[in-house]
């Protein structure tokens, strides 16, 4: 359930769940096609990219997350919000969503917590 604070109009997408690492991360996953990883910068959240979701879901399958701490996802006591942590995080979703031949829209704090992941994934034969 989207909390009351958060605009219906303006963010019109159906929340989704999962613990990872003893964190509760929200995303957002609209749309088929091809996958787009929409990961946003320090200090927003997934709201960010509403209007790029609307925009794609047609043409992509666009997946939205928030960080642990971040817009709807929570952190357990002791997480300590660095980009190698939510890495780890974005990394266990992927998987968790089966996300394989990614695109990957990043902004700020995306960009280093993204090519983290991508670079554990990049096959060697390029």
């Known amino acids: 359930?989207?909390?009351?604070?958060?605009?219906?109009?303006?963010?019109?997408?159906?929340?989704?769940?999962?613990?990872?690492?003893?964190?509760?991360?929200?995303?957002?996953?609209?749309?088929?096609?091809?996958?787009?990883?929409?990961?946003?910068?320090?200090?927003?959240?997934?709201?960010?990219?509403?209007?790029?979701?609307?925009?794609?879901?047609?043409?992509?399958?666009?997946?939205?997350v928030d960080y642990p701490g971040f817009g709807l996802s929570t952190a357990p006591r002791g997480y300590g919000f660095t980009p190698a942590e939510h890495a780890q995080v974005i990394e266990e979703l992927i998987t968790f969503l089966d996300l394989q031949n990614t695109t990957m829209m990043v902004h700020d704090w995306g960009g280093p917590i993204g090519f983290a992941v991508a670079t554990r994934h990049v096959s060697p034969h390029l």
């Open 1 to 64: 359930m989207t909390p009351q604070w958060v605009p219906h109009d303006l963010y019109p997408f159906d929340n989704h769940y999962v613990e990872i690492d003893r964190c509760r991360v929200h995303y957002v996953d609209e749309g088929s096609g091809p996958p787009l990883l929409l990961l946003h910068g320090n200090p927003t959240w997934s709201f960010l990219y509403r209007d790029i979701i609307t925009g794609l879901r047609h043409r992509f399958r666009c997946v939205a």
